[in-house]
């Protein structure tokens, strides 16, 4: 039993010793596995912080499975390494599986560099974990199969000898048969109850040291297990031993403080989860139910998202938006324009520009782009606002159009307060008032105050105003220069959204030129009534005159012997075309007399007639004559003309006479009228014109009589020292030319008569030599004289019979026609009066041409009414009544010697 006692004492050593071997290696080993798995908890929890911060809500729930699965998986090793159960080992290989799954699915969602970088440092932990916990379960195994080898053999080795031991017994016992027999058997009873009690020693060793190790760890298994689940509140069994036990309890106090700071960490990741979820809810609904458009554009100018208005606005659905990029739908827009927009958002800065959008269908509409800066997973975005601006721009072109016409305006506008200060003029108002802008802008509209218009004018336009309704009526007010113009005002209030008044509005038209021009227009009225008036009268008055002529003539060759009656006779004719000038002055003035057209050659002109005048002129009076060019032609009336001129000469002479030294100066030059200067005379135009200067140095001519001068019979000469006709013919003959007449004061005295005459090319002009004051007599040939006045148609066939011709006679253009078809033969030239009752001479004269054609023709009429009648087809020469009789008789004779010809 001694021997016994020592084997079983050797026994328990040999456990005691190898139990201390398991736990060294058990530490060793779950140093290590531990140690791994504090590594590869620590990244992920590291890992979730991260992404908590950066609010990567998604990525963090990723992040927060893997870690539940990383702890079951440190669960299920523990519970292996306590109850050896190969169950756990499967559960721990499909958890590392899994979390390898898991890591993919991560890393092709995520994407990006450091994302790479990061799964590799977490795939080398959760390799290294594995390998460790496989490693770890290989040592389990090996020493508890060296444990069970170590125990078989002392237990064998127990046997064995006892086996020995009752070997030698029985042959130490041998000899003693009977006597020691029951004490053998005794001592090998003994032996063998010791041998079975050791064995059940052993046994019950083994169950007391695998419950004393299994117990605590199945209540820390339940622990974790709870914990793994969720329960932050587990309770976890005491142990306060050193050994792996009390290891694993404390870490098992260490894995609920994590789990509760995990659990709190999730709730807050929930919320900031739900948060974010609301508010991108809330974005979503703010962009979709914005009435702009919205882009959101990539580098490459992709456009990746888009809401309705974008969609309605283009045209587009939004999947098709989102394959286009945005050069596709803004023409403003190109590659480089993309590139520097986030030039300019990279740098943080905020941009707005207009750009110019197609839609869908080609249409295109002009936007405004509000472009900020998006930042997302460290990629940067554009977010671009875009505004419909059509109506915006269409607004603007109207203001545009209405600024400008108001700044463009020929009337002056003035915007003011409601007390009246200027705050704003236009062009046209510092151009007609005088002001500059910066003078009458914070200035009352009393500046232009004349003083014409009193107080109670005033007050009546204020009570206007006041209530609400515009003002306008005729003002004379003052220019910064002192000078006085007429305007008509419009006064009108401008009001407020609430309708009060904020301003007013005065547009002022300068009434100048209107006054001007009615001046011009009532004077050319007064000419063409008396115009009017003196074509009426001419008619009968010449008629009457060249009865009176006419049998002056015939008196004068019946009484030839009686020089007084002669002489009486003589004094009667010369009154008589003293009559007659009066009236073709009058007709002159009126565009009514008999004009013959002819190209002159102006400077000859002159030349001629200021030669004629020097002769009547007294020799104190110096009459000069200036020639600047002597190339140019005008078509002109040289009767008329050298009328106009004499007229001049003598108002100039009248006007001179008190001059210390008298001179009268005729300039003529070549004067370019351009379209402004042609606006301000009425009647020219564009182009060039003999300009006619007539000068004195005499008295002058007062400012209130200019506007007069022109009118029949205004004088300002004394009684009988003249008529009032010689600037009203004068204004006629100008404007019977297609010129224009002005007088005005000349420096330092005197008085300056300027006329334009248009010119013409140069070709043949009329001869200027007068011929003789003769009569021609006829040789027989017959006249068809046709009058509707008896006394002149008598009187002229009586002087025509004497001139040595045949006369038939008729009364109208109808009796005219019939004679000449029966006396066509006979009848050599035909004399007609213009105006006649039932048909006039230009009428007849038509009539008689379709008989013959080559018929000869005179019209001899008291004034000009051919240009109203028949001017296209007369071509004849016109005499006018009363007529000389030398100047009847040469008329005749030209005619006929040219038919001869």
């Known amino acids: 039993s001694e021997l016994t006692r020592e084997h079983l004492k050797t026994y328990m050593q040999a456990f005691a010793r190898l139990q201390k071997q398991r736990e060294l290696q058990y530490k060793l080993i779950h140093h290590d596995f531990r140690d791994a798995a504090s590594r590869a908890e620590a990244f992920f929890r590291a890992h979730m912080q991260q992404e908590n911060a950066h609010n990567q809500s998604e990525h963090l729930l990723e992040d927060e499975r893997m870690l539940n699965v990383l702890l079951l998986i440190e669960s299920d090793a523990m519970h292996y390494f306590d109850s050896l159960d190969p169950q756990y080992i499967k559960r721990v290989k499909e958890g590392f599986a899994e979390i390898r799954v898991k890591m993919q699915g991560m890393d092709a969602h995520r994407g990006g560099q450091s994302i790479a970088l990061e799964s590799i440092e977490a795939r080398h932990n959760i390799d290294e974990y594995e390998r460790l916990f496989l490693e770890a379960v290989q040592r389990t195994r090996g020493y508890l199969f060296l444990v069970n080898v170590v125990m078989s053999a002392e237990a064998y080795e127990m046997l064995y000898n006892a086996r020995q031991m009752a070997g030698q017994v029985k042959q130490e016992m041998g000899d003693i048969e009977q006597g020691t027999f029951s004490m053998l058997q005794q001592v090998i009873n003994s032996i063998v109850v010791a041998i079975v009690i050791s064995l059940l020693l052993i046994g019950l060793l083994s169950i007391v040291i695998a419950r004393s190790l299994t117990r605590p760890v199945l209540g820390l298994t339940a622990a974790f297990k709870a914990l793994s689940q969720g329960a932050a509140d587990t309770e976890i069994p005491a142990c306060h031993s050193a050994d792996e036990i009390g290891d694993l309890t404390r870490a098992a106090a260490v894995f609920r403080e994590k789990n509760r700071q995990t659990h709190v960490l999730l709730e807050q990741a929930k919320a900031l989860t739900e948060e974010l979820t609301e508010s991108e809810s809330r974005f979503r609904a703010l962009v979709e139910s914005a009435a702009d458009a919205f882009l959101l554009v990539d580098r490459q100018g992709h456009i990746l998202d888009v809401n309705r208005a974008a969609c309605e606005s283009l045209g587009y659905s939004g999947d098709e938006l989102m394959k286009l990029r945005v050069p596709d739908v803004d023409m403003k827009f190109s590659d480089e324009e993309v590139r520097q927009v986030f030039v300019h958002i990279d740098r943080g800065e905020a941009l707005t520009v207009e750009g110019v959008q197609r839609r869908k269908d080609g249409s295109t509409f002009p936007v405004e782009v509000r472009i900020g800066k998006l930042e997302q997973h460290g990629a940067v975005f554009a977010i671009a606002l875009v505004r419909d601006i059509s109506a915006r721009k269409q607004t603007e072109e109207k203001v545009r159009m209405l600024s400008q016409a108001v700044e463009q305006s020929g009337e002056a506008v003035a915007i003011t307060d409601a007390d009246g200060t200027i705050e ?92 001007r021009l009615e001046n011009q227009f009532r004077q050319s009225q007064k000419m063409e009534a008396i115009g009017t008036l003196v074509g009426g009268i001419a008619h009968d008055f010449n008629n009457n005159l060249a009865g009176i002529t006419g049998n002056l003539y015939m008196a004068k060759k019946a009484v030839k012997s009686m020089p007084d009656v002669v002489r009486r006779l003589d004094t009667i004719e010369k009154l008589s075309f003293g009559a007659a000038a009066t009236i073709q002055q009058l007709l002159a003035f009126s565009r009514k007399g008999i004009v013959q057209m002819y190209p002159l050659s102006i400077s000859s002109f002159l030349k001629e007639t200021i030669k004629m005048q020097q002769l009547s002129l007294p020799e104190n009076i110096a009459l000069q004559l200036q020639v600047e060019d002597a190339g140019m032609q005008v078509k002109g009336d040289i009767n008329q003309l050298q009328q106009m001129l004499m007229n001049l000469i003598n108002n100039a002479f009248d006007a001179v006479q008190e001059s210390e030294n008298p001179t009268i100066r005729v300039q003529l030059d070549r004067f370019q009228a351009d379209d402004t200067f042609a606006a301000l005379h009425e009647g020219m135009r564009e182009g060039e014109y003999a300009h006619i200067s007539v000068i004195d140095n005499g008295s002058g001519i007062k400012a209130e009589h200019i506007e007069h001068v022109f009118e029949p019979f205004f004088t300002t000469k004394e009684q009988g020292k003249g008529t009032g006709l010689g600037l009203a013919m004068a204004y006629g003959t100008v404007k019977t030319h297609g010129g224009y007449i002005e007088i005005k004061a000349a420096e330092p005295t005197g008085t300056v008569v300027q006329i334009y005459l248009p010119l013409i090319a140069t070709g043949n002009v009329v001869d200027m030599g007068a011929k003789e004051d003769q009569v021609i007599a006829g040789h027989g040939e017959t006249i068809l004289l046709v009058d509707d006045n008896d006394t002149v148609r008598e009187t002229a066939s009586d002087v025509l019979e004497g001139l040595g011709y045949k006369v038939f006679t008729a009364e109208d253009g109808l009796l005219a026609i019939e004679a000449y078809r029966l006396h066509r033969d006979q009848i050599d030239l035909v004399i007609l009066d213009v105006v006649m009752p039932r048909l006039g001479g230009a009428e007849a004269l038509q009539e008689i041409r379709c008989i013959n054609p080559d018929v000869k023709a005179l019209f001899a009429t008291g004034y000009d009414k051919l240009s109203t009648l028949a001017a296209p087809v007369v071509k004849e020469k016109v005499i006018s009544k009363p007529f000389a009789i030398s100047i009847l008789s040469q008329a005749i004779r030209d005619l006929l010697d040219q038919a001869r010809s």
């Open 424 to 515: 704003y003029v236009n062009p046209a108002f510092s151009e007609i008032s005088g002001y500059s802008e910066s003078e009458a802008l914070g200035q009352n509209p009393r500046i232009l105050k004349s003083g014409n218009q009193n107080a109670a004018f005033y007050e009546k336009m204020w009570a206007v105003l006041k209530t609400g309704a515009f003002w306008q009526g005729k003002v004379v007010n003052r220019s910064k220069n002192g000078e006085f113009y007429p305007a008509m005002l419009t006064i009108s209030p401008l009001r407020n959204e609430h309708g009060d008044i904020t301003n007013f509005i005065g547009i002022q038209q300068s009434l100048a030129e209107i006054e």
